[in-house]
């Protein structure tokens, strides 16, 4: 079985460093989070999206409810920003600070920067190979079929460079909204040290999941290299 194979273990061994990564960013996520959600802030997470978002010229942006926690995320397709119910409705300087995140998105989708549109483009190859790749090299591994290995390698790239495109996209939506929140006198400086806290270790987590990305490709090239000496 693929759980009890040495390969895979290796490969979990190979990617520690960045799972310990993952384990941290998202305990200072929920930490950091739980704190600013103890802040109060003038507008709720969706007044505030929406004062970002105009003050862009955004009007045509709609805000909509999402259930989930921490679901909130920009639709480029249809112009949508979705915000969780607690960041939909609650007036906190955690809700503000991710709303106005997403509307960072959004702005970024109006003024066509480039690593989003980057990022858009790739996600359909991304997707397939997150679902699938990592499965057809387990499997190249175990059979020694270096033709599956290697087309799990090929398909698994395309996830590592839709996280390392969606680096600079992430880190540019926080630090649009760090600029917009403090200029449109939504949270005054001192508060913002909450939302700083929120938006750097959510970055983290993208930093994390990009770090297990690159050594999980690496571990199967470095298989494939060894399977053909």
Sequence with gaps: MFFFSPDYFYLILFTSPALL????????????????????????????????LDSAGLQDVAI?????????HYDPRHKVLRLSP?????????????????AGHAIQDAQNYAPLIVRNAVVPVAGIGSNV???LAILGMIMQMNALLLAGIGLFAAV???????????????????????????????KMKYVNRVLDAAALTYVAATLQAILTLLYLILRYSGSRD
């Excluded at 607690?86 to 997403?102: F, L, P, S």
């Design 86 to 102: 607690d960041n939909y409705q609650r007036r906190t300087v955690a809700a503000v600070g991710i709303a106005a995140h997403e």
């Design 64 to 72: 909509e409810q999402v259930p989930g926690f921490l679901s909130d």
């Design 21 to 52: 990564l993952a384990v941290w960013a998202q305990y200072r996520v929920k930490t950091a989070y739980h704190q600013a959600q103890q802040i109060p802030a003038p507008l709720s997470g969706a007044a505030a999206a929406r004062h970002v």
């Design 160 to 190: 590592v460079f839709f996280q390392v495109v969606n680096l600079p996209v992430e880190f540019n939506a926080s630090a649009r909204a760090k600029q917009q929140l403090v200029a449109l006198e939504i949270v005054d400086r001192e």
């Design 133 to 135: 790749a990592i499965w």
